[in-house]
Nanobody
Framework: QVRLVESGGGSVQSGGSLRLSCAAA????????MAWFRQVPGKEREHIAQISRSGDSTYYADSVKVRFTISRDTAKNTAYLQMRSLTPEDAAVYYC??????????????WGQGTQVTVSS
């Protein structure tokens, strides 16, 4: 079993930056793809970024492309989401997710508890 813990959320003014972290604990040798999602109350969860185990393959939703960067430190079993040029539309609860080793097919096995990001105009 793998446990994911997000940190780094908070409040920022429009145009500001934040870096979220997702630390994995447990059977991390079984950890594959890691990803970030976000959700606003009343809206569907949005898959915004994803990174392969090796880090050489990434995905970004159009809504965050160019502004957000996903990375991971395999030695620390941690994934990061660097967010820049934040707008009020980026305010949401951000969740970290991960798949077991092997094909992920967007069916994530592990989820964090979420961290709130608030952006004021």
């Amino acid at each position: 079993q793998v446990r994911l813990v997000e940190s780094g959320g908070g409040s920022v003014q429009s145009g500001g930056s934040l870096r979220l972290s997702c630390a994995a604990a447990g059977r991390t040798s079984n950890l594959g793809v890691m990803a970030w999602f976000r959700q606003v109350p009343g809206k569907e969860r949005e898959h915004i970024a994803q990174i392969s185990r090796s880090g050489d393959s990434t995905y970004y939703a159009d809504s965050v492309k160019v502004r957000f960067t996903i990375s991971r430190d395999t030695a620390k079993n941690t994934a990061y989401l660097q967010m820049r040029s934040l707008t009020p539309e980026d305010a949401a609860v951000y969740y970290c997710a991960a798949c077991k080793l092997g094909p992920c097919l967007n069916r994530f096995d592990y989820w964090g508890q979420g961290t709130q990001v608030t952006v004021s105009s």
